[in-house]
């Protein structure tokens, strides 16, 4: 792993350094390339302009390892707030959460609680409910949900991360559940003997998970695939694998996040394909944001550019 992508995926964690960043108005600036605003109303606005242009969106109110029972409450409302005000809209809208924010480390059973009574009001709105995937201290216990909501029907898809070695396994278990896969990467920084290190080693991965939900026997089981990646060459690839395997355009969908591959997302949405966009709001945007950098050391000079730009 490139060190400087240690570094900052070792940053995100240090609550000192995030309150240094959060105070700096050169970092504010710098965040806004990734999210329109710390506001439901800044993602909804953008969201309507990304509808003109064929867009889909996913929302996600920033937050993680949430430990007091009264704040998980106060996010599980949030988000049932947001389903209810998309509902008198006309935007093609899904919501994606994470676990940590709706309270598993205090209980599995009060995580599960909020992603039910969540699900439930997506369906309602017509749309499915995403889980997002955090670090390998948490993939056992969002399977176990994640399977939990499916055996009883609930709406809603995981993302699975290419770069862990247990996913292959993992997607083979959640095939005959129906399951809905958005597959990632990965953001963590997770060690060798858990995850892929080598860049080409997660594509392949990637490649062949894609490959497998694209499948027709993986689609007759009802498994539908999210691609959440920005990494044009695997996006080619996967193009190309769908047409062989006969998936039809509009079987899969591609998702990647605001303010990142946007010739990439214009050129697939003019194709045909369908496109979602990730657009994260909120005030807790620290350990996120160091990810992004994390992804692309090369947006620490972007960082640099608006601290000298003043
Ligand atoms: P890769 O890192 O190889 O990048 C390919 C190209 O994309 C780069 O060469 C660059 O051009 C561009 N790019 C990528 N990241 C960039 C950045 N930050 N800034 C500027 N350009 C960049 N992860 C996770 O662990 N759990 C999750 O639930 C999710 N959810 C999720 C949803 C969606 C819709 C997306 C697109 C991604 C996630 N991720 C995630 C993040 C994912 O794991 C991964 O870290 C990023 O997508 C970056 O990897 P790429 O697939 O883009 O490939």
């Known amino acids: 792993m490139n060190p400087m992508r240690g570094l900052l995926l070792a940053g995100a964690q240090s609550a000192w350094l995030r309150r240094q960043a959060t105070q700096r108005a050169f970092v504010r600036r710098a965040v806004s390339r990734f999210m329109p605003g710390e506001s439901l ?3 909804l606005r953008v969201s309507e ?47 994606s959460v994470k676990l940590t924010q709706l309270g ?57 991360q290419a770069y862990l070695r247990r996913t292959r396994a993992d997607l083979e278990s959640l095939i005959p559940l129906g399951c809905a896969v958005r597959l990632v990467k990965g953001a963590y920084d997770e060690p060798a003997d858990l995850a892929f290190r080598d860049k080409a080693e997660v594509d392949e991965s990637f490649f062949q998970l894609a490959n497998r939900l694209l499948d027709a026997r993986a689609r007759e089981a009802g498994a539908w695939l999210t691609v959440g990646t920005h990494d044009a060459r695997l996006v080619r690839r996967i193009e190309e694998t769908a047409a062989t395997a006969g998936c039809p355009k509009d079987g899969f969908e591609f998702a990647m996040l605001y303010g990142i591959g946007r010739p990439e997302q214009v050129r697939l949405t003019r194709a045909g394909y369908r496109l979602r966009v990730l657009i994260s709001y909120g005030a807790y945007w620290f350990p996120w944001y160091m990810r992004r950098l994390a992804e692309r050391p090369a947006n620490v000079l972007f960082v640099l550019k608006h601290m000298v730009g003043g």
Do not use: F, K
């Not at 949430?66 to 809208?93: I, K, P």
């Open 41 to 43: 109303d800044d993602a």
């Open 104 to 160: 598993l480390d205090v209980s599995p059973d009060i995580a599960y609680q909020h992603l039910q009574c969540i699900a439930a009001r997506a369906r309602q709105h017509g749309s499915r409910l995403w889980i997002d995937m955090e670090s390998t201290a948490y993939t056992e216990a969002t399977l176990q949900l994640y399977r939990r909501a499916r055996a009883a029907d609930l709406s809603v898809g995981v993302a699975l």
């Open 49 to 95: 302009t990304l509808r003109a242009s064929g867009r889909g969106v996913i929302l996600t109110n920033l937050g993680e390892n949430v430990v007091e029972r009264a704040e998980a409450d106060a996010v599980a409302r949030h988000y049932c707030e947001v389903l209810d005000r998309l509902q008198g809209m006309t935007l093609d809208a899904e919501v």
